[in-house]
């Protein structure tokens, strides 16, 4: 059945999975890696993103350990380019470049040196004039 990914039952050891989901008409879709497969299908299907409709089929490969599966994955995320996976932004919300060392992290997001000097400013001035209250 089209859009339905059942993974069936897996013997899960210690071992690590790199998975792809797949179009009907092959197109990679989604790149990633887990240790429970049926338990990560479920907390894909759960998530707000209605392209599960696309989903065709599921492959796996599985590795021994995670640090093989991880390099893997890396791999195959910046050659293979799946639709659905995240990418780093590679601009902050001014336009402004992230890479390298102009890349810093304000409030758990990625932002440039620009912006956070810009905001450590306004939250300084926020708290002096706070104190002069």
């Known amino acids: 059945m089209a859009g ?24 990679l879709l989604y790149v990633g ?16 993103r ?7 089929y599921l492959t796996y490969v599985e590795y021994p350990d995670g640090d093989a599966a991880l ?5 195959a995320l910046r050659t293979e380019n799946p639709l659905w996976n995240v990418r780093a932004s590679t601009h902050c919300k001014r336009g402004h470049v992230l890479s390298g060392s102009n890349v810093r992290i304000w409030n758990g ?19 002096s004039a706070r104190s002069r209250e």
């Open 71 to 75: 390099e893997v994955e890396r791999i």
């Open 4 to 27: 339905s990914l059942n993974v069936g039952s897996f013997c899960l050891r210690s071992s690590h999975y790199v998975y792809r989901i797949w179009s009907v008409d092959d197109e």
């Open 109 to 127: 997001r990625r932002c440039c040196r620009a912006c956070c000097a810009f905001r450590e400013r306004e939250r300084r001035k926020g708290l």
């Open 33 to 48: 890696v887990t240790k429970n497969l049926a338990a990560r299908m479920a907390a894909h299907h759960k998530t707000k």
């Open 50 to 56: 209605d392209v599960w409709h696309d989903a065709a």
